[in-house]
């Protein structure tokens, strides 16, 4: 397992745009794919993207095609969600998750969660 920290939620109007953080503390994330998960209140759990190791990426929600992009950087122990053109819609918690030592994107069987980091789509 791998201690996941998300940061960077916060408040945006619409149209607005953040960028979420996914990183470690003591160990580095340059091994796993990484994927965001987000939950809405009162919503089920669902998958939103996820980078393998080497940087492909697979979307899991079509709603956020265009507007949200992965990327990492290993030398920063980071992999990142840009958020873009932010709906009221994408109001979640939003969660990043690895299964250690798994290099290629999956939707299950993640091992490893954060805490997760709130964001709000709000005027």
């Known amino acids: 397992q791998l201690q996941l920290v998300e940061s960077g939620g916060g408040l945006v109007q619409p149209g607005g745009s953040l960028r979420l953080s996914c990183t470690t503390s003591?160990?580095?994330?340059?091994?796993?794919?990484i994927t965001w998960f987000r939950q809405a209140p009162g919503k089920e759990r669902e998958g939103v993207s996820c980078?393998?190791?080497?940087?492909?990426?697979?979307d899991f929600t079509d709603s956020v095609k265009g507007r949200f992009t992965m990327s990492r950087d290993n030398a920063k122990n980071t992999v990142y969600l840009q958020m873009n053109s932010l709906k009221p819609e994408d109001t979640a918690v939003y969660y990043c998750?690895?299964?250690?030592?798994?290099?290629?994107?999956?939707?299950?069987?993640?091992?490893?969660w954060g805490k997760g980091t709130l964001v709000t789509v709000s005027s």
């Open positions: 003591g160990v580095t994330l340059d091994r796993e794919a």
């Open positions: 998750a690895a299964t250690f030592g798994r290099s290629w994107c999956a939707y299950d069987g993640m091992d490893s």
């Open positions: 980078i393998s190791r080497s940087g492909g990426i697979t």
